[in-house]
Nanobody
Framework: VQLQASGGGLVQAGGSLRLSCAAS????????MGWYRQAPGKQRELVAD???????NYLESVKGRFTISRDNAKNTVDLQMKSLRPEDTAVYFC?????????WGKGTLVTVSS
């Protein structure tokens, strides 16, 4: 299984960015896809995830600002980020949880300037 992420970059506070991730390989239908982030000096944390059935979980601080979505036919997951804040600055990682195993994409840097 491989995960290819795109998006990210530099944006001013209040701006928007969209992250996209495509999974390829031997992917079974029962899985959860999501996005994690890791800021300098901090542990990696779950930002949002979404099940094959569309159930979502969000980090409390991003609720109402970020929206996760997926296309099951294409095995893709997107994270629409709005009203970005400097504290959202981090490396964002795409994640696929399949049969209890975590697959990770390469991180993409999101920098929010104040």
């Amino acid at each position: 299984v491989q995960l290819q992420a795109s998006g990210g970059g530099l944006v001013q506070a209040g701006g928007s960015l969209r992250l996209s991730c495509a999974a390829s390989g031997s992917i079974f239908s029962i899985n959860v896809m999501g996005w994690y982030r890791q800021a300098p000096g901090k542990q990696r944390e779950l930002v949002a995830d979404i099940s094959i059935g569309g159930n979502t979980n969000y980090l409390e601080s991003v609720k109402g600002r970020f929206t996760i979505s997926r296309d099951n036919a294409k095995n893709t997951v997107d994270l629409q980020m709005k009203s970005l804040r400097p504290e959202d600055t981090a490396v964002y990682f795409c994640n696929l949880r399949l049969m209890g195993y975590d697959y990770w994409g390469k991180g993409t840097l999101v920098t929010v300037s104040s």
